[in-house]
T-cell receptor
């Protein structure tokens, strides 16, 4: 069975500092990997995804994630965060059934 | 429609009552999913509809929960004899093809008092 582990429930960081949100998964088959973001009082939005090809994927707002098969990880990074990046971030994995299994989420809190 | 629409946005119900939550997916999306988000927890998969195939009900927590999807479009999640532990945000999502990622609705916040 698939599972996703987000070890950090909260990550506090100052504005303009770099950040890494960790995600590890377990699966016995090839996977698709996703990061979703939930801003305060809003629904979940797809941030980025890995389906195949280049292991480094980027979002339009400066986040990137790298698929590391040997370490079964898909960590999310941003070199310089903004106040507006404060949100809950969810990592998710699916196999070819298209059912997503989500992690428990990481709350990123950016301080001025 | 332009997005996934869920109604009501908020629902307060008394313990023991039945509730129905509605989801209207993006037009043309063949796959529809229900998840539950409880405070301090992640998203818990409930049920998955794909086209005309039998739904994947493996995530439904008890037989008080059921869902249907009529005409391959609108879906209704029904919770019978609600309990306080059913209080959560119920999220619906749809997708066009496998692996493309979901589009989520804004959810229904259910409070059982």
């Amino acid at each position: 069975a698939q599972s996703v582990t987000q070890l950090d429930s909260q990550v506090p960081v100052f504005e303009e500092a770099p950040v890494e949100l960790r995600c590890n998964y377990s699966s016995s088959v090839s996977v698709y990997l996703f990061w979703y973001v939930q801003y305060p009082n809003q629904g979940l939005q797809l941030l980025l995804k890995y389906l195949s090809g280049s292991t480094l994927v980027e979002s339009i707002n400066g986040f990137e994630a790298e698929f590391n098969k040997s370490q079964t990880s898909f960590h999310l990074r941003k070199p310089s965060v903004h106040i507006s990046d404060t949100a809950e971030y969810f990592c998710a994995v699916s196999d070819n059934t298209d059912k997503l299994i989500f992690g428990t989420g990481t709350r990123l809190q950016v301080f001025p | 429609g332009a997005g996934v629409s869920q109604s009501p946005s908020n629902k307060v119900t008394e313990k023991g009552k039945d509730v129905e939550l509605r989801c209207d997916p993006i037009s043309g999306h063949t796959a529809l999913y229900w998840y539950r988000q409880s405070l301090g927890q992640g998203l818990e998969f409930l049920i998955y509809f794909q086209g005309n195939s039998a739904p994947d009900k493996s995530g439904l927590p008890s037989d008080r929960f059921s869902a249907e999807r009529t005409g391959g479009s609108v879906s209704t999640l029904t919770i019978q004899r609600t309990q306080q532990e059913d209080s959560a945000v119920y999220l619906c999502a749809s997708s066009l093809v496998a692996g493309s990622g979901y589009t989520f609705g804004s959810g229904t916040r259910l409070t059982v008092v």
